[in-house]
Nanobody, 120 residues
C-alpha cells in the first residue's frame, strides 16, 4: 500500500487546513501522526474502516476532524483553530487490520509527510 499525504502549507494562527491522504488501494484502520522539530512523532487521530469510530489526541480534540471516503481510498484531516503548537510534519499511516491504534509502531504503511506551519 502506498500513501500520499498532501494539503499542508503555511497558515496564520486561528486558520484552517485540510490534509488528505490518498492510498493506492483499500485500507483498514488509518491514522494521522505529526512530528515537530526536535520532538518525537505523536499520535493525532485515527479512524476505523467504516469511519464509524474515531480517536483523537487530547491536544486536537474539538479542533480536528478525521474522515474518510473509501470510494476514493482517501482519508482527510480537517484542522481548525490552528495554533503555532500544531506546526509539524504530518504523516498518514495505514494498518493492515481493523484495529484502531494510537502507537506509530503499530502501523504498517506510511506516507511521506506534509508540512504544516502555523504562524503566530
Amino acid at each position: 500500500v502506498q500513501l500520499q499525504a498532501f494539503g499542508g502549507g503555511l497558515v496564520q494562527a486561528g486558520g484552517s487546513l485540510r490534509l488528505s491522504c490518498a492510498a493506492s488501494e483499500g485500507t483498514y484502520a488509518m491514522g494521522w501522526f505529526r512530528q515537530a522539530p526536535g520532538k518525537e512523532r505523536e499520535f493525532v487521530s485515527a479512524i476505523s474502516w467504516s469511519g464509524g469510530t474515531t480517536y483523537y489526541a487530547d491536544s486536537v480534540k474539538g479542533r480536528f476532524t478525521i474522515s474518510r471516503d473509501n470510494a476514493k481510498n482517501t482519508v482527510y484531516l480537517q484542522m481548525n483553530s490552528l495554533g503555532p503548537e500544531d506546526t509539524a510534519v504530518y504523516y498518514c499511516a495505514a494498518s493492515s487490520d481493523y484495529v484502531l491504534r494510537r502507537k506509530s509502531h503499530e502501523y504498517d504503511y506510511w506516507g511521506q509527510g506534509t508540512q504544516v506551519t502555523v504562524s503566530s
